[in-house]
């Protein structure tokens, strides 16, 4: 991509921008508002939905067994509402902004729209927490009919789509509208091309739900007589799981972000980068299948297609990203004279800076537990050995908490100044919040997937039985698999718990940061925005510490891959 030499002229007025003190990156007023609002409604639900995970591990921890059946069911239902949807699609949405406006030096399209739009996400995310705490909506995340929650529980989902989608199509304008305007050369910049990703899935995940809600909507109200069970999970999880997949290629946007930003690291092949979100749109939304791998409904070639041939295009682009984005660190430490030994770059790498740390943290967990776990989950065969157990739930914390969630946390150090204004607060807590947040969310992931490899139910709130009349005793290995993961649960929720603090803080009594002068505006951006504008690639590949990062990835996979398939083979004298 070629260099933007200067900011080209626009044809709106100056005071509409301002310049960030910190970076130099022009600001349109519009979007630094509704990026303001979109980050603060995320973690106002972040803290919701992070105080109800923790009821629901303290209450699957046996020995603590917090809450009744009734109470953990809703609070289950709520936790997965608002830290699955409400919490990362209302910080993607703020994502979205800044790589559409700020990146691309554009006002933002239609803001009134945006802002109705933004309106139209509270409400709905409001209306379905009311419904669920109102202890008639206790239907969890998957809402699966025949068991139906009230009216408002499946309009505020409906709304909070509808908004989001507002918000998706408010960044496509801003991408003509820059295009229009001229106010970048070449290219789009990765971080916004990851962005356009994200919504175009998002496109597709939000016609799922509302293909689903709406018809389920009327039923509630009784318009409509019944739900097909099948059809709705069919339709649901085009929904449900591919939610999961915006998050994918937002945080790996996020990964290239931090990167440049903070090392001036250039991706080894910008165009091969491009290419792995491209396969991101045409596959990785297909991965939702396993959810559907034991319905008689569906046909056998459906599924051996989606976990087959499509589910190794989905994993290529991950695995493209898992090494461009090391390999980025890595050619810009040894730019920089970290160039003794294999490891001496990622030794002396930035780690007492959190978005960093926070960055590398997300990038090796969602690879190692996410990724991988992801793979055997979504194989036809292997699936049966995990199907409904909670490796499940350990298998998405370790891709959405371990890799998303963390991957925003780390972002958000960068972005409060520039967005706030405001320097960040309690320096020496946010250097360990990272650490605390992603080894806890690590060890969730972790005792979850052993839990289930050995038996241990999904949703089922009392592995003991102590209420039924047919018991099941499962291994003291399985019990304790449960108690560690409800220790790790309390040391990542001191992790989040430092993060809100650390950001409302911030934003609230943060020392002030001026704006920069206005002249820059003429002379262009500082390196520290230039690095996120102007990619290119690094014109290198003498990477041998990546290489062997890569390889204890690929030696990992492959054993773990190896394991299952031993485990399955254990129960094929049953058949």
């Given at each position: 991509?070629?260099?933007?030499?200067?900011?080209?002229?626009?044809?709106?007025?100056?005071?509409?921008?301002?310049?960030?003190?910190?970076?130099?990156?022009?600001?349109?007023?519009?979007?630094?508002?509704?990026?303001?609002?979109?980050?603060?409604?995320?973690?106002?639900?972040?803290?919701?939905?992070?105080?109800?995970?923790?009821?629901?591990?303290?209450?699957?921890?046996?020995?603590?067994?917090?809450?009744?059946?009734?109470?953990?069911?809703?609070?289950?239902?709520?936790?997965?509402?608002?830290?699955?949807?409400?919490?990362?699609?209302?910080?993607?949405?703020?994502?979205?902004?800044?790589?559409?406006?700020?990146?691309?030096?554009?006002?933002?399209?239609?803001?009134?729209?945006?802002?109705?739009?933004?309106?139209?996400?509270?409400?709905?995310?409001?209306?379905?927490?009311?419904?669920?705490?109102?202890?008639?909506?206790?239907?969890?995340?998957?809402?699966?009919?025949?068991?139906?929650?009230?009216?408002?529980?499946?309009l505020g989902l409906i709304l909070?789509?509808?908004?989001?989608?507002?918000?998706?199509?408010?960044?496509?304008?801003?991408?003509?509208?820059?295009?229009?305007?001229?106010?970048?050369?070449?290219?789009?910049?990765?971080?916004?091309?990851?962005?356009?990703?994200?919504?175009?899935?998002?496109?597709?995940?939000?016609?799922?739900?509302?293909?689903?809600?709406?018809?389920?909507?009327?039923?509630?109200?009784?318009?409509?007589?019944?739900?097909?069970?099948?059809?709705?999970?069919?339709?649901?999880?085009?929904?449900?799981?591919?939610?999961?997949?915006?998050?994918?290629?937002?945080?790996?946007?996020?990964?290239?972000?931090?990167?440049?930003?903070?090392?001036?690291?250039?991706?080894?092949?910008?165009?091969?980068?491009?290419?792995?979100?491209?396969?991101?749109?045409?596959?990785?939304?297909?991965?939702?299948?396993?959810?559907?791998?034991?319905?008689?409904?569906?046909?056998?070639?459906?599924?051996?297609?989606?976990?087959?041939?499509?589910?190794?295009?989905?994993?290529?682009?991950?695995?493209?990203?898992?090494?461009?984005?090391?390999?980025?660190?890595?050619?810009?430490?040894?730019?920089?004279?970290?160039?003794?030994?294999?490891?001496?770059?990622?030794?002396?790498?930035?780690?007492?800076?959190?978005?960093?740390?926070?960055?590398?943290?997300?990038?090796?967990?969602?690879?190692?537990?996410?990724?991988?776990?992801?793979?055997?989950?979504?194989?036809?065969?292997?699936?049966?050995?995990?199907?409904?157990?909670?490796?499940?739930?350990?298998?998405?914390?370790?891709?959405?908490?371990?890799?998303?969630?963390?991957?925003?946390?780390?972002?958000?150090?960068?972005?409060?100044?520039?967005?706030?204004?405001?320097?960040?607060?309690?320096?020496?807590?946010?250097?360990?919040?990272?650490?605390?947040?992603?080894?806890?969310?690590?060890?969730?992931?972790?005792?979850?997937?052993?839990?289930?490899?050995?038996?241990?139910?999904?949703?089922?709130?009392?592995?003991?039985?102590?209420?039924?009349?047919?018991?099941?005793?499962?291994?003291?290995?399985?019990f304790l698999m449960m108690a560690?993961?409800?220790?790790?649960?309390?040391?990542?929720?001191?992790?989040?718990?430092?993060?809100?603090?650390?950001?409302?803080?911030?934003?609230?009594?943060?020392?002030?940061?001026?704006?920069?002068?206005?002249?820059?505006?003429?002379?262009?951006?500082?390196?520290?925005?230039?690095?996120?504008?102007?990619?290119?690639?690094?014109?290198?590949?003498?990477?041998?510490?990546?290489?062997?990062?890569?390889?204890?990835?690929?030696?990992?996979?492959?054993?773990?891959?190896?394991?299952?398939?031993?485990?399955?083979?254990?129960?094929?004298?049953?058949?």
């Open positions: 991509m070629e260099a933007v030499s200067q900011f080209p002229p626009l044809s709106i007025p100056e005071r509409v921008f301002r310049i960030c003190g910190v970076t130099g990156l022009r600001v349109e007023l519009n979007a630094e508002r509704l990026i303001r609002a979109n980050a603060v409604a995320a973690v106002l639900f972040l803290a919701l939905g992070g105080l109800f995970g923790l009821l629901v591990a303290l209450t699957r921890w046996p020995a603590v067994h917090l809450l009744s059946s009734e109470w953990f069911y809703l609070i289950l239902t709520a936790h997965g509402a608002d830290v699955l949807l409400f919490w990362i699609i209302f910080f993607e949405m703020a994502v979205l902004y800044f790589a559409s406006s700020t990146l691309l030096n554009c006002r933002l399209a239609a803001p009134r729209l945006a802002w109705l739009g933004f309106v139209l996400m509270v409400v709905g995310a409001v209306m379905t927490n009311v419904a669920v705490l109102q202890g008639d909506s206790t239907v969890m995340f998957t809402s699966y009919p025949p068991m139906q929650a009230q009216p408002h529980f499946y909070f789509a509808v908004g989001a989608l507002v918000g998706c199509m408010i960044f496509f304008a801003t991408l003509v509208i820059a295009k229009e305007e001229k106010t970048y050369e070449g290219s789009i910049p990765l971080v916004t091309f990851g962005a356009l990703t994200a919504a175009i899935i998002a496109v597709f995940t939000i016609a799922s739900g509302a293909i689903i809600l709406v018809p389920t909507f009327m039923w509630s109200i009784g318009l409509i007589s019944t739900i097909d069970p099948l059809t709705y999970k069919l339709v649901w999880w085009g929904m449900g799981h591919s939610s999961q997949q915006i998050n994918v290629a937002a945080h790996v946007s996020v990964w290239y972000a931090i990167v440049a930003i903070v090392l001036n690291g250039k991706p080894l092949s910008e165009k091969v980068s491009r290419t792995a979100f491209f396969l991101y749109i045409l596959f990785l939304q297909l991965a939702s299948a396993h959810h559907l791998l034991v319905e008689p409904g569906v046909s056998s070639e459906w599924k051996i297609f989606n976990t087959s041939y499509a589910l190794y295009l989905a994993v290529l682009g991950s695995m493209v990203h898992g090494m461009t984005v090391p390999g980025a660190i890595e050619a810009a430490q040894r730019k920089r004279g970290f160039n003794r030994g294999v490891f001496e770059w990622l030794r002396k790498a930035p780690w007492g800076n959190p978005a960093f740390s926070g960055m590398f943290l997300s990038l090796v967990m969602f690879g190692f537990i996410g990724g991988i776990s992801g793979v055997v989950l979504g194989t036809e065969q292997l699936n049966i050995l995990m199907h409904n157990t909670i490796y499940v739930p350990g298998h998405f914390h370790g891709t959405v908490v371990a890799g998303t969630t963390l991957a925003f946390m780390a972002v958000t150090y960068l972005l409060v100044p520039v967005y706030f204004k405001r320097e960040i607060m309690f320096p020496a807590l946010a250097r360990w919040q990272p650490y605390l947040f992603g080894f806890g969310v690590a060890g969730i992931a972790l005792f979850m997937m052993g839990a289930g490899t050995l038996g241990v139910p999904r949703r089922h709130w009392d592995i003991t039985f102590s209420d039924a009349t047919l018991r099941y005793g499962f291994s003291s290995a399985a560690l993961n409800g220790m790790a649960a309390v040391l990542a929720s001191i992790g989040g718990i430092a993060y809100v603090v650390i950001v409302v803080a911030s934003i609230t009594f943060g020392k002030r940061i001026p704006d920069g002068p206005a002249t820059r505006a003429a002379t262009g951006p500082t390196p520290m925005a230039a690095a996120v504008t102007q990619y290119g690639s690094a014109g290198t590949l003498h990477l041998p510490g990546t290489l062997v990062l890569v390889g204890i990835f690929f030696l990992s996979f492959v054993l773990y891959y190896y394991v299952n398939w031993k485990y399955l083979s254990q129960i094929w004298p049953l058949h």
